[in-house]
């Protein structure tokens, strides 16, 4: 199964035409069953259209790495912030009120 995820119909269409190209060294580079996460850039569009995309990069590794958890110290060993720097505990904002409110 495969994801493409363009903010505009052309950047998905280009995806889709990158894909269909570049199928074959996808698979010999990430297998069947790997998941895989590439950004791509429509080279020019306004004068080729969709028609000549690249990779940009490939993001497999930060695309794919597991959620940070609640209450769970990170990498840095920063633990999670649970007041401001005001001292008051965390406000959670309406539906419809701006922060400043």
């Not at 990158?18 to 998941?35: I, W």
Request: charge should be negative.
């Amino acid at each position: 199964m495969f994801f493409i995820g363009g903010l505009t119909a052309g950047s998905n269409l280009a995806g889709a035409r990158y894909l269909a190209r570049y199928h074959p060294e996808l698979y010999r580079q990430f297998g069947a069953d790997r998941p895989f996460a590439l950004v791509l850039r429509i080279v020019e569009p306004a004068a080729y259209g969709t028609d000549f995309t690249e990779l940009a990069a490939d993001v497999t590794d930060v695309a794919f790495q597991p959620a940070p958890q609640p209450g769970v110290i990170d990498s840095a060993g920063t633990p999670p912030s649970t007041n401001s720097d005001d001292g008051d505990p965390p406000r959670t904002l309406q539906p419809g009120v701006s922060p400043a409110q």
